[in-house]
């Protein structure tokens, strides 16, 4: 994030004179408590000064680079998680790209009969079967998908920093969410790359500073 010049020179006197109460940050800068408000609550709240009640301001002595990096290893894959959209393995692939276009999707997840996550189906998958001039409706996209065991799959309490390394190790769009059942793993939730973006951006915002 970046600090205005009177952040910086409240940082300044804060780690000069620390532990120091508003009223006397205030005095320093011939400004009124009022004003500072707002400066004082962000830099508290992105972790640069602590706030004591009754002692008054103390410089943390935390880096910027610190500071970010505690924030992002708070995001988990919950707080982010999207909608997944699920395809039975007998659906044909002509169905599976209906599907993709009218969800507006990119990667499908597909399940058995107990709703168990089988395989995985990406664009490519799919344009990749469309290049032959078989007949789309015969063909299921259990013949075509990458199946288990070779799914990457994250947890809800994993970190979306986690989930972004694999997404990186693997060279893949998205991971689907899951949750151990007796049957297998059921799928309740999708990262992608989409979602990693939104994290990101949701680190510039104020409450997240
Ligand atoms: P695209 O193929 O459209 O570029 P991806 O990069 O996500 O999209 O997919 C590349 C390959 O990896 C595809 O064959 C796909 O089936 C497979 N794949 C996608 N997601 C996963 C995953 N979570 N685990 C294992 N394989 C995956």
Do not use: W
């Given at each position: ?11 300044e ?35 640069f000064?602590?706030?004591r ?71 490519k ?13 015969s063909?299921?996209?259990?013949i ?50 989409t ?15």
């Amino acid at each position: 994030m970046e600090l205005s010049k009177r952040q910086e020179r409240i940082i300044e006197i804060v780690k000069d004179n620390g532990p120091i109460t508003g009223e006397n940050i205030a005095e320093q800068l011939n400004l009124t408590r009022a004003t500072l408000r707002p400066d004082l609550a962000i830099l508290t709240m992105s972790g640069f000064l602590e706030a004591r009640p009754r002692v008054g301001y103390f410089y943390t002595g935390k880096t910027g680079f610190e500071l970010i990096t505690e924030k992002i290893k708070k995001f988990h894959v919950q707080d982010f998680m999207q909608i997944p959209i699920v395809v039975k393995e007998e659906v044909s692939v002509y169905d599976a790209i209906s599907t993709m276009f009218l969800e507006d999707i990119g990667t499908l997840f597909v399940v058995n009969e107990d709703s168990c996550l089988t395989g995985v189906l990406s664009r490519k998958d799919l344009l990749r079967a469309s290049i032959g001039q078989q007949d789309l409706n015969s063909i299921a996209v259990h013949i075509i998908m990458t199946r288990m065991p070779n799914i990457t799959v994250c947890r809800k309490e994993d970190l979306i920093l986690d989930v972004a390394q694999k997404l990186i190790n693997k060279q893949i769009d998205g991971l689907p969410v899951v949750k151990d059942t007796n049957a297998g793993l059921a799928v309740i939730g999708r990262v992608t790359k989409t979602t990693i973006t939104k994290a990101f951006v949701e680190l510039t915002k104020e409450n997240h500073v």
